[in-house]
């Protein structure tokens, strides 16, 4: 005997009515870097990397340095990023940053330049010296800005 009320397993959303793009919004203290549709972001979240795709659960996290990429139209940009927050919500996602650079963007010689001195600086520091831990954030940055460097569509 069917049952008496209607089953939702037979209803499945229309194929137009699923949202394909999310917003992605990338903002500095020196303005708005990305606005753009988004299908798909990976984020370097301070606790471990995270997949954002259109629909995400609601969430507000830490972020660490590292490589922000998204995919647009079937193509992937890449972006260096310093410490900031990202916010995502199931259209939209914020991500505030204190810096944030797009592979094309990056001079690769300078940001070699720039690993090599941190790389020597702490060679003469203590892991106790106040510096330590800023020179070390200076390495880690200098090797995101050279990994995402190495990534943009160069002639």
């Known amino acids: 005997m069917p ?7 037979g209803r499945l959303p229309e ?10 919004e990338i903002v500095t203290p020196y303005g708005l870097v990305v606005s753009s549709k988004a299908e798909e972001a990976y ?11 259109p629909g995400h659960a609601p969430l507000l ?3 660490r340095i590292g490589a922000v990429h998204y995919k647009q139209d079937k193509e992937v940009h890449f972006l260096a990023i310093n410490r900031g927050f990202a916010e995502v919500t199931p259209g939209r996602t914020t991500i505030l940053v204190d810096t944030a650079e797009p592979a094309e963007g990056i001079d ?13 600086r702490l060679k003469s ?5 106040p510096d330590h831990q800023n020179e070390l954030e200076a390495l880690e940055r ?3 800005r050279i990994r995402v460097a190495e990534k943009a569509p160069r002639e």
């Open 61 to 63: 996290t830490s972020l």
């Open 125 to 129: 520091l203590s892991t106790k010296d």
């Open 15 to 24: 194929e137009d009515a699923v949202e394909k793009n999310f917003l992605l």
């Open 3 to 9: 049952s008496p009320r209607p089953s939702a397993w």
């Open 108 to 120: 690769l010689e300078r940001a070699r330049a720039a690993k090599a001195r941190a790389e020597e």
């Open 43 to 53: 984020i370097p979240g301070s606790q471990g990397d995270f997949g954002v795709l």
């Open 142 to 144: 200098a090797k995101v």
